[in-house]
């Protein structure tokens, strides 16, 4: 059996994180969340996987090159041109990919499956693949069920009594959906169906291919499978993802590194004086990071690689990218912290290195300039002085 993996859209729910990597690239504690599908993808006996890239390709490029280091064969097919200034990304929407790759050498001669980039799965594919050869049509989605505020941010079916879809919506409003059944972003088809998709143009699965189905009355079905599919569509589904994992709660997720303490994992040349700091499970610190003594950390909470959390420091429930350096009188409660940016659960940024508390929250890499220490000592008198104002009102008081 042969797969695609979509990988070229630009994330934009998932900024400002996706200006630096694409959303496949995006780690759930360490690992890209596009190498567990690859995994899952072998587990099943899938061999040959090209994957569709666009914006930022060469990260994805890189990191997979040809797949034979996870066991399996992986080819590209790059949508856009070289300018002047380098790459530029043109997406042909997640069908017009597909139409692309059949076009260049009919890769696509048998049942193949489709799946985007942006979620941890533990689909049972084989089963999935019985189904759908059992029913015989030329398209199967693989559906869940969520609740139905939540229709909103997905493709909504509606089946008859055979799971035949008769209705597609995309991203309906609740009060119009017509089901709470929604589309996971995996697909199972038949070359067949490279006859409804038109060539040279944009074209898209859910808002396009599909209603075009429907309309005309294939044998188009949707199977409802029991198993744990894990969205990082956007920036609250990151941490939402994270935490699961931290917690335990994403089944069949290895976590990274050794397990040092109950519910507390490292990587390796970590430097923790564990008995002067607070460290609340569940929590992960990657490798070559330090802690410095007289911080608390408390979980759910990911540091990266390369991190140090210097003395005084109070980091809760947060997610901290490799290379960052939280100064001793940062207090970081529900933050992602990547590169310069602070961003907050519901998707809200501080870009850290535009204010003037840069020398709390900085790259390990960089050394503070005059001005970062000027600002931290003041920040440092005004503590201190509006410290002995609240000592002399206690004396008065008292």
Same mark, same amino acid.
């Given at each position: 059996m042969k797969a695609m993996i979509l990988a070229a859209g630009k994330g934009t729910r998932v900024r400002?994180?996706?200006?630096?990597?694409?959303?496949?690239?995006?780690?759930?504690?360490?690992?890209?969340?596009?190498?567990?599908?690859?995994?899952?993808?072998?587990?099943?006996?899938?061999?040959?996987?090209?994957v569709n890239t666009s914006h930022l390709a060469p990260v994805i490029e890189n990191y997979f090159r040809d797949g034979t280091q996870l066991g399996v064969h992986i080819a590209y097919s790059y949508e856009g041109y070289m300018t002047e200034d380098g790459l530029e990304g043109k997406a042909l929407g997640s069908a017009g990919g597909m139409k692309r790759i059949q076009e260049f050498s009919g890769f696509f001669d048998e049942t193949f499956i489709v799946l985007c980039g942006d979620a941890w799965i533990d689909l049972d594919i084989s089963a999935a693949l019985r189904q759908h050869r059992e029913k015989g049509g030329v398209a199967t989605i693989i559906l869940q069920e969520v609740p139905h505020e939540e229709?909103?941010?997905?493709?909504?079916?509606?089946?008859?009594?055979?799971?035949?879809?008769?209705?597609?919506?995309?991203?309906?409003?609740?009060?119009? !959906?017509?089901?709470?059944?929604i589309n996971t972003g995996i697909y199972i088809f038949e070359p067949e169906i490279f006859d409804y998709i038109p060539s040279g143009v944009e074209y898209d699965i859910g808002?396009?291919?599909?209603? !075009?189905?429907?309309?005309?009355?294939?044998?188009?079905?949707?199977?409802?499978?029991?198993?744990?599919?894990v969205d990082i569509g956007s920036v609250p589904d990151v941490w939402a993802a994270t935490r699961m994992a931290l917690q335990?709660?994403?089944?069949?997720?290895?976590?990274?590194?050794?397990?040092?303490?109950?519910?507390?994992?490292?990587?390796?040349?970590?430097?923790?004086?564990?008995?002067?700091?607070?460290?609340?499970?569940?929590?992960?610190?990657?490798?070559?990071?330090?802690?410095?003594?007289?911080?608390?950390?408390?979980?759910?909470?990911?540091?990266?690689?390369?991190?140090?959390?210097?003395?005084?420091?109070?980091i809760s429930e947060c997610l901290i990218s490799d290379y960052t350096r939280i100064g001793g009188m940062a207090t970081l409660d529900n933050k992602l912290i990547f590169g310069g940016e602070c961003i907050s659960p519901d998707g809200n940024v501080i870009n850290v290195s535009e204010t003037q508390i840069?020398?709390?929250?900085?790259?390990?890499?960089?050394?503070?300039?005059?001005?970062?220490?000027?600002?931290m000592l003041l920040f440092n008198n005004m503590l201190s002085f509006y410290g002995e104002l609240e000592l002399e009102r206690e004396k008065e008081m008292a």
């Open positions: 400002p994180i996706t200006n630096e990597m694409p959303k496949p690239m995006i780690p759930i504690l360490r690992k890209p969340v596009m190498e567990s599908i690859v995994e899952l993808l072998r587990t099943h006996d899938v061999q040959e996987i090209v229709v909103h941010k997905y493709g909504v079916v509606k089946l008859d009594e055979r799971q035949r879809i008769v209705q597609f919506q995309e991203k309906p409003k609740p009060q119009y !959906a017509v089901s709470n059944l808002s396009q291919l599909f209603p !075009a189905l429907v309309g005309a009355g294939e044998e188009f079905f949707g199977i409802k499978m029991d198993f744990q599919w335990g709660k994403i089944h069949g997720f290895d976590m990274p590194g050794k397990e040092v303490r109950p519910g507390i994992w490292t990587g390796i040349n970590v430097s923790i004086n564990w008995d002067r700091v607070k460290i609340k499970p569940p929590v992960y610190i990657g490798s070559s990071t330090k802690i410095e003594a007289g911080s608390k950390i408390m979980g759910p909470c990911m540091i990266g690689a390369n991190c140090v959390v210097e003395t005084g420091a109070e840069r020398w709390l929250v900085n790259d390990t890499r960089r050394v503070l300039n005059p001005s970062d220490i000027h600002d």
